[in-house]
């Protein structure tokens, strides 16, 4: 059983990380396979109440990988760390099947009761570099947290997230890991966007009010703008 999930871990690794040229250098340099497979040791020591060994299995793992992945945290399979360095998941973490995650993510708690105060992460999910999930929220399946995002709040199926705090951009039906965690909509400059052309939209009818009432139409600049002019002001 253990050298069937090993060997589903180096193969996630070839499989989302271009960077190794071979399963050796893969099995020997990646550290976020390294993290995961430690941590494995670290969660049966730590179901069976041997709570000091567990800690200590973690406490290497941490130093010689950068990722702090509790004891207690159930991982499901498929489980993908790019680099490892600043991850940090809670005891009562619960990540699902085909999990990507990348440097910095935090699956934090915001309380110190002894409860689920940690996420709780779908299938399929892709969480950006430099995310936190802080809480006992539910994020569900096939959903893409955008780098640097902050989730406070659930997050319904088949969802992009992004901003601080996350907001929902998209919602679709994808079914296939999607590694593309940098191209995210940018809901600011969309709401910069929608601004203009409303602005646009009414200056046209109070153009055409002042002409049926016979007022002489006062001098507008147009407002109307694409998405190139506003990244060119931006």
């Not at 992945?69 to 360095?85: K, L, M, N």
């Not at 929608?194 to 407002?223: A, M, Q």
């Amino acid at each position: 059983m253990i050298a069937m999930h090993e060997k589903s871990d180096l193969d996630v690794v070839l499989e989302r990380d271009p960077a190794p040229k071979s399963r050796s250098e893969a099995l020997l340099f990646s550290p976020g396979l390294h993290a995961l497979r430690l941590h494995r040791m670290a969660h049966r020591l730590y179901k069976k109440q041997m709570f000091f060994f567990a800690r200590m299995i973690n406490h290497i793992s941490r130093i010689f990988t950068g990722a702090d992945i509790h004891p207690g945290a159930v991982i499901g399979r498929r489980f993908f760390i790019d680099h490892a360095t600043g991850v940090v998941i809670g005891e009562t973490s619960e990540i699902g099947d085909d999990v990507s995650i990348y440097q910095g993510v935090t699956l934090g708690g915001v309380s110190t009761g002894k409860e689920k105060r940690h996420p709780t992460i779908g299938n399929n999910v892709v969480i950006g570099a430099g995310a936190a999930i802080l809480g006992p929220v539910t994020v569900g399946d096939n959903v893409k947290i955008g780098a640097g995002s902050v989730v406070v709040k659930d997050v319904p199926p088949n969802s992009t997230v992004v901003g601080v705090p996350a907001k929902i951009v998209r919602r679709e039906s994808a079914t296939v890991i999607d590694l593309r965690h940098d191209e995210l909509p940018d809901p600011v400059m969309q709401t910069f966007i929608d601004i203009c052309h409303n602005l646009s939209e009414l200056e046209f009818r109070v153009s055409t009010i002042e002409e049926k009432s016979g007022i002489k139409p006062s001098k507008r600049v147009k407002r109307d703008i694409s998405m190139e002019e506003a990244e060119e002001v931006k």
